[in-house]
């Protein structure tokens, strides 16, 4: 098994991605003896995370889904090149706060554009310049659990937070979640899930143990 060196989290809103990330961070310095890079996207570095509040911005009538798509690409073609690959090189280890797979459950599925032609944009934002090969996790978090669920923790936890995304229909958030599961069957070796319903200690312990898993 390879060790992942490049590890991303990934799940609907309200999944529980950063409270996890944070208690797990501590394990894997253990765990890899090296040090950890915690990242997110969209965002990661100056341009990304300025990319990030542009995408912010409530406009009327609303930014068209294709705009969404290159934007979200131009952050994260910046996030690889500026972030990503140079700390990889250094020898950290990268854990990402969402990558790829949200562009194809959100904009891919969410937004109906379809993952397969969301994915072929991305394939230039992700791809190693001096390789050539693309630049995705080893292994992906996917953590999982009914969408209405994860909408009334962020409703009814950080209502100062909320955002455009975040205000989007049931349906629409059905539809992400749907893709994400698509993605975890597809790609059953990167993608493991983890039922996010559980209590935060047991989702912990079940993260744990898929990450002991592949570095033993
Ligand atoms: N297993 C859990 N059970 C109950 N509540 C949880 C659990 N995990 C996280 N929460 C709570 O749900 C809320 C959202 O969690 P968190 O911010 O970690 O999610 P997230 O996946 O990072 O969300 P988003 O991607 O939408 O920002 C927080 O208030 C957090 O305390
Ligand atoms: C990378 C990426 C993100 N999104 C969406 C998903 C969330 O609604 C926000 C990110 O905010 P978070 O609460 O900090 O996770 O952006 C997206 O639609 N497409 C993407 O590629």
Redesign the pocket.
Known sequence: MTKANFISFEGP?GAG?TTVIQSVLPEIEKLTQKPVLLT???GGNAMAEAIRNL?KVQTEPAIDSWTEVFL?AAS?REHVIQTILPALKAGHVVVS???LD??LA??GGGRGLGLEKVQKINDFAIMDPKTGQAVMPELTIYLDLPVAEGLERIFKNRTDKI?R??QESLAFHEKVRQSYLALAEDNPKRIKRVDATQSKEKVLEDVKAIIAKNWR
């Open positions: 809103e991605k997110r996207e969209p995408l979200l994260r706060d969402r990558y949200s562009s959100y904009q955002d995304l975040d």
